[in-house]
């Protein structure tokens, strides 16, 4: 080729041509964001709901049986219940209040803040209904902790997990309330007699049946949710943000590791209530370590059990790569 000052070659210097952004590096619609959680209001009422609920049913137990031992007693047993409710409370309070917020950092500040607001209502209501001891003032103290853990686990950047794990957790707890009247039948299945072993044998198994479909029910709440926030964001936006497989596991998982959270928070702050009721006799003391042992058992198994089922559900949905399709085709063409 020529290269004189007469050749196009000459009069058109090299240059990098322009290439137009592609359209996926536009702005993202408001519920496409990874930080809007579709359902966050209703979810909010509903924890709001469970954990008055709690408080209420923990209170009808405390204050129906004589002052002393049995109080004491029944509010170690209530605490973890009451702990989990407000850890779910917090975190879904603080996505309604902050779902419509970009920024992360003013984000992560305002799940605080509100997670804080909902900690000190809480404790406000324990402090004012129930009766003024020791006892009170640790539930009110575990109680506001786990609001405001709860609502800073909400400024995470994938809120739809976060919600995903409020939504199965609420639906595990509800079904571990429901699953209490089927308890004693289970133990006669499991064989249950009049010696001590038996017993413990069949309330052993029975705790397992209950950990696992309590698991399962909680996978399928959070994969359920996360379908269906992408679903809607698609229907009103057009678009979404997709979710990966690691999400979805962490969905499914949250809910056992919520359980956890709670066996942590309980050791840390409700230690003083859980040692005064060990310390009433050797029996309680017992039935206090077998509890605990039995609430980090059944912690693990929704953890494991709630991840595996949201894998598969969200595996049965993905279909074969495009070119797997071509390659088939090749040969015939």
Known sequence: MSNQPGSSTAAEPDRPEAVEPPATDQAAPATGR????????????????????????????????????????LSAYALPGVITAALVTGAAVALAATNRLGRASLRFLATVGTGLLVGLGAAV??????????????????????AIIGGATAGARQARV?????????????????????RDPLSDLFGAGETQQSVLDAAKWVSRTE??????????????????SRRRAERRDGAATPLRWPAYLMA????????????????????????????LSEADQVA?????????????????????TTLIAFGRTLGPRPDAYDAEDEPAA
């Open 34 to 73: 990874p930080g809007y959680a579709p359902g966050a209001l209703p979810l909010a009422v509903l924890a709001l709901a469970w954990l008055v609920a709690m408080l209420w049913s923990t209170r009808e137990a405390i204050t129906s049986t004589a002052a002393g031992v049995t109080a004491i007693s």
């Open 125 to 146: 209501a324990i402090n004012l209904t129930y009766a003024d001891n020791a006892t009170t003032n640790t539930i009110a103290g575990t109680t506001a902790a786990a």
């Open 162 to 182: 976060v919600a995903g794990i409020a939504a199965a957790t609420l639906a595990a707890q509800l079904f571990v309330v429901l699953f209490s009247r089927a």
């Open 211 to 228: 950990s696992l479909l309590a698991g399962l029910l909680a996978g399928l709440v959070a994969y359920l949710y996360l379908a269906w």
């Open 252 to 279: 499914g998982a949250g809910a056992g590791l919520l359980l956890l959270l709670t066996e942590v928070i309980i050791r840390i702050g409700g230690r003083g209530l859980l040692d005064l009721a060990a310390a």
């Open 288 to 308: 206090q370590t077998a509890l605990g042992t039995s609430r980090v058992d059944n912690g693990i198994w929704v953890l494991f059990v709630g991840a595996l």
